[in-house]
């Protein structure tokens, strides 16, 4: 048979019932029932039953319960890992991207990896290379591969190689497979008293 669980008598049956009764949120209604229905001398497995909680979770709740009464129930804040970029550091960067790179940014096109080391540099920012994928796709930016231009082309000379150049390839003549070929490597029949 299963043992009952070990609650300290910080409030009475009725004190946690009413707690359980009047608690807005269900989260923390939940965590006070475990403990009211530990008080009532319940097994953990019937606890289980009740909550829906999972074993170490009902120890978890009655033990910090016992640690420090209802408010340890209570969530913690969550630290979490925030936004590198607030909103306002955010619109700076799209805006900064669409204007275009500048001489200083060593690069002709903004690609992930040139936007991370401009995002480190103008905002001391550190982003994995995938969070700065991320950071574009959420800002609106798609994946694109422009054709590079030499910072030297001539366009008026492209054009004119372009008007003057043959249009277009000539095609090849098709290949003859290796079984229709018609020389080979054997020997013909004969030849071999030829040589002689």
Known sequence: MEATMNVLHRHT???L????????????ARRIQAVWLARQGRTCRRIM???GAAQRTVFGWIA????????ELLDRPRSGRPTFLNA????????????????????CVFNASAVDELV???????????????LLGRLGFSYQCPRPVHENSDPEAQEAFKKTSPQGWKPL???????ESRSTSRTKPGSASKAR
């Open 13 to 15: 049956l009725d004190e």
């Open 17 to 28: 019932g009413t707690l359980y009764r009047t608690e807005t949120s269900a989260r923390m």
């Open 49 to 51: 039953d009740v909550t």
């Open 64 to 71: 910090k319960y016992n640690q420090g009464g209802i408010d």
């Open 88 to 107: 306002e550091q955010q619109k700076q960067l799209a805006e900064r991207i669409e204007a275009g790179s500048r001489e200083e940014d060593v690069v």
């Open 120 to 134: 480190e540099k103008e905002f001391g920012v550190l982003y994995s290379l995938r969070g700065v994928q991320l």
């Open 173 to 179: 003549p098709p290949s003859t497979p290796a079984s």
